[in-house]
């Protein structure tokens, strides 16, 4: 509005200037009075009539621009609606896309689930194509409605079968059986019961022995006498005095009412059979033995302090300077008063030593957790997988404190996230990275059966052949990450950003032919504590906690040395109740050269 009067006034004055600058002239000079007149009267009139039209003409520009700001007000709320339509439009847009990607992964996961639903596809028996479909008896009969022409016997025909027609049977592969077999026996001497040949009737023409094997399992109370006695001249005490064919001391634990071997049966029973101690405690009940299973509890705590003493030597081992370890975690479930927690056991191993500690830390996934329990020691690598708190301790590792150490990541895990994509995204180039990897552990699997030393390895780790694979690796991951990913499956996009992010971790290993190339190694020790925690599915305490990671790192040590656990807790029980304290001779390499005091 303001604008159209600017421009009307702007005109005015440039026809007022165009009329000044004209010479004046007087146009009534030759008029008559009369012509006067009517010429006065002609412009009066003419002028009322211009006065009108400009009335008339202000007028409708005033309608014109009320239009015209009423037409401007609608246009700004049209323009405010289109905005919040555009946004709205991107909201949707945006829920859309989440909303695709979602129903992606969840189809993903539904044709992996269908696909693994009885078993893997790998262990599915190919049909072969040519051969004819088999006749089924169930369709003849279901088909069958009375009448001639329904009748169908070819599965009973072919049950009948010809030998003419049969194919020949494919013949027995012998080259896997073994060179001899091994036959049933128990270790020691076996309990010979001969026959009494004076009741034979007849001559004896050859002998054999028949193998029967008996299991023996009884509980029995023993009393040991006690006399209360004083010697002259001091204060009176209890003691046992053993008679002629009975123990010499009081075969108890120390702490407990039971002997060594019945607290080698019962962490036998717990950590190694994974009975939990309602079972054991209905077990020994059925037996005929009144107990609670708090005492059994009670006792494992007994053989848990002299573990203890046995761990702080194996900690010290596996800690050596320039040692390789490999980390894990895994979850637990435990009780907190009157709440169930969800905390974490840590396992490290060290494969040179045939070590496994578990340990635990009030529950704590913390990259605290494992560099306390690292402390100050000087370690050559350290193996852990590629989840946030091994970020941190990777970190960690990287200070003035563990500047020498190297952090590795698995390559397992990343070789599985790409599986996983295969599998569930169905990315087709994601097969070509898990054959690259698996052409990797297929070489380091050859190299072990081989008995390569760490120099022997460490060339075959440099040469041609593995350079070629990895730059090959590399090659792929970068003309996949430069590619737009909005059309990706999500799991192919966490496989790459994984392998991106952790490639001189995940590497590693070629640089040295000390180190290993996964953590299959912890993965492996840690799977019995997650087999005990599915059957006892939480733990009533942090004790409890604490004294299954004290028994598990035994066992698992044990294992890692290839002896036998129920021996080996039979002969330390045994050890420590006569008076072993070299916990060094105790530990399970050494354990036969443990002298009792």
């Known amino acids: 509005m303001f604008k159209l009067s600017e421009i009307v006034n702007q005109k005015r004055e440039l026809l007022m200037r165009d009329t000044f600058s004209r010479p004046a002239l007087n146009r009534s000079e030759d008029m008559s009075e009369d012509q006067k007149d009517r010429f006065i009267d002609y412009l009066a009139d003419r002028v009322t009539n211009l006065d009108l039209d400009k009335r008339a003409m202000e007028l409708v520009l005033e309608d014109f621009l009320r239009t015209q700001q009423e037409m401007q007000k609608s246009m700004a709320a049209l323009q405010a609606d289109q905005q919040k339509l555009l946004s709205r439009l991107d909201e949707e847009t945006r829920k859309r896309k989440a909303a695709e990607r979602k129903a992606q992964r969840l189809d993903e996961r539904l044709k992996y689930a269908n696909a693994n639903r009885f078993g893997d596809k790998r262990q599915k028996v190919k049909k072969d194509s040519d ?40 013949e027995r592969d012998l080259s896997n059986r073994p060179d001899e077999y091994k036959t049933m026996g128990v270790e020691g001497e076996p309990v010979y019961h001969p026959s009494d040949r ?88 059925d037996m005929g033995m009144t107990i609670s299973s708090n005492t059994l509890r009670n006792w494992l705590k007994k053989g848990k302090k002299y573990l203890d003493q046995l761990i702080v030597v194996l900690k010290s081992i596996a800690l050596e300077k320039d040692s390789i370890v490999n980390c894990d975690e895994t979850w637990c479930k435990v009780r907190k008063y009157d709440h169930y927690k969800k905390c974490y056991i840590w396992v490290l191993v060290n494969k040179s030593e045939k070590i496994c500690i578990f340990f635990y830390e009030d529950g704590s996934r913390g990259r605290d957790v494992l560099t306390n329990f690292l402390g100050d020691a000087e370690l050559k690598s350290v193996m852990t997988d590629g989840y946030n708190a091994y970020v941190f301790i990777g970190d960690e590792l990287k200070s003035a404190q563990f500047k020498d150490t190297i952090h ?23 097969a070509l990275f898990s054959n690259d990897f698996g052409e990797l552990f297929f070489r380091e699997h050859r190299y072990d059966e081989a008995g390569l030393t760490s120099e022997e390895r460490l060339k075959e ?14 090659s792929r991951l970068d003309a996949e990450l430069s590619k737009d990913a909005e059309f990706r499956s999500p799991y192919y996009t966490e496989a790459l950003n994984y392998l991106n992010h952790f490639w001189d971790e995940l590497f590693a290993f070629l640089e040295d032919g000390e180190l290993p190339i996964d953590n299959n190694l912890a993965e492996r020790c840690i799977r019995k504590l997650t087999t005990q925690r599915n059957c ?12 299954a990671a004290t028994y598990h790192s035994v066992i698992s040590t044990v294992k890692l040395h290839g002896k036998s656990v129920w021996n080996y ?27 009792c005091q």
């Open 131 to 170: 051969k004819p479909d088999e006749p089924d008896r169930n369709k003849e009969k279901e088909e069958f409605d009375g009448t001639d022409d329904t009748l169908r016997t070819d599965s009973v025909n072919n049950e009948a079968g010809n030998p003419e027609n049969q194919p020949p049977k494919k």
């Open 536 to 547: 006892m599915l939480h733990f009533g305490s942090d004790e409890g906690v604490e004294m």
């Open 461 to 474: 780790r440099q040469s041609l052949e593995t350079k070629e694979i990895v730059i090959r690796i590399r």
């Open 408 to 430: 590795q990541v698995c390559m397992s895990h990343n070789n599985n996230k790409f599986v996983k994509a295969a599998n569930q995204g169905s990315e087709p180039n994601a």
């Open 198 to 285: 004076s009741k034979v009737p007849g001559h004896v023409i050859e002998t054999k022995t028949v193998q029967v094997f008996s299991f023996k399992t009884c509980l029995v109370e023993e009393r040991f006498e006690m006399v209360h006695y004083a010697e002259p001249g001091k204060k009176p005490k209890w003691g046992y005095f053993p008679s002629q064919g009975h123990p010499e001391v009081v075969t108890k634990f120390e702490g407990t009412k039971a002997t060594p071997d019945f607290l080698q049966a019962i962490a036998y029973e717990v950590y190694v059979k994974n009975v939990t101690f309602g079972l054991l405690h209905q077990w020994l009940t």
């Open 569 to 595: 807790l039979g002969t330390f029980f045994t050890k420590i109740f006569n008076g072993c304290r070299d916990f060094f001779c105790l530990t399970p390499g050494n354990i036969e050269m443990a002298v």
